[in-house]
T-cell receptor, first 113, second 116 residues
Framework: DAKTTQPNSMESNEEEPVHLPCNHS???????IHWYRQLPSQGPEYVIH???SNVNNRMASLAIAEDRKSSTLILHRATLRDAAVYYC??????????????FGQGTILTVHP | EAGVTQFPSHSVIEKGQTVTLRCDPI?????LYWYRRVMGKEIKFLLH????????ESGMPNNRFLAERTGGTYSTLKVQPAELEDSGVYFC??????????????FGPGTRLTVT
């Protein structure tokens, strides 16, 4: 599985934007970039995913570098509810293990009031 | 619409006993997954069902773990006999059908298993 690298932790103030980086220099052409987050005492929650182009949804935006070796999850206005562990995951299209999510350590996001 | 549900939420058993965890996926989701996080480690994939068939069981740690999904609806994960290192949180997830890598998975709240 291709590996992702994320900072261990980041901090933000409420109502400010947050940019969570992820490096994935060994990404292959069939790898989708997924982001999940895990709030305290809950299961992981899907945030967003993309392949090559930048993506927006109601929760966040995903900016993907042109060479696809890095990406950034953008929370436009952090709230206290966004405090969670954020996971950047590469998910391969096709093959036997197409459903498998490989979680790393993730980034612990702390949001200050 | 109900999300993924798991039962029980917490189970405490003694080493050597048997425990069965249950997962009810979102209605209509063909894909069902089991993951677990043991103490201090990352969340690890265990296996993936497509309907009632095992698509990928590469993450199952050993033959003490048995997963079933009879009828392609709910799934059970049995640990027999349980060992201390099996303690952790077991998550179930489900997703709609399709081979594309862009299919999001919906996770349940997890079952916390403690083996003493």
């Amino acid at each position: 599985d291709a590996k992702t690298t994320q900072p261990n932790s980041m901090e933000s103030n409420e109502e400010e934007p947050v940019h969570l980086p992820c490096n994935h220099s060994t990404i292959s052409g069939t790898d989708y970039i997924h982001w999940y987050r895990q709030l305290p005492s809950q299961g992981p929650e899907y945030v967003i995913h993309g392949l090559t182009s930048n993506v927006n949804n109601r929760m966040a935006s995903l900016a993907i570098a042109e060479d696809r070796k890095s990406s950034t999850l953008i929370l436009h206005r952090a709230t206290l509810r966004d405090a969670a562990v954020y996971y950047c995951i590469l998910k391969r299209w096709g093959g036997t293990s197409y459903g498998k999510l490989t979680f790393g350590q993730g980034t612990i996001l702390t949001v200050h009031p | 619409e109900a999300g993924v549900t798991q039962f029980p939420s917490h189970s405490v058993i003694e080493k050597g006993q048997t425990v069965t965890l249950r997962c009810d996926p979102i209605s209509g989701h063909d894909n069902l997954y089991w993951y677990r996080r043991v103490m201090g480690k990352e969340i690890k994939f265990l296996l993936h069902f497509v309907k009632e068939s095992k698509q990928d069981e590469s993450g199952m740690p050993n033959n003490r773990f048995l997963a079933e999904r009879t009828g392609g609806t709910y799934s059970t994960l049995k640990v027999q006999p349980a060992e201390l290192e099996d303690s952790g949180v077991y998550f179930c997830a489900s997703s709609q059908g399709g081979l594309a890598g862009g299919v999001e998975q919906y996770f349940g709240p997890g079952t916390r298993l403690t083996v003493t």
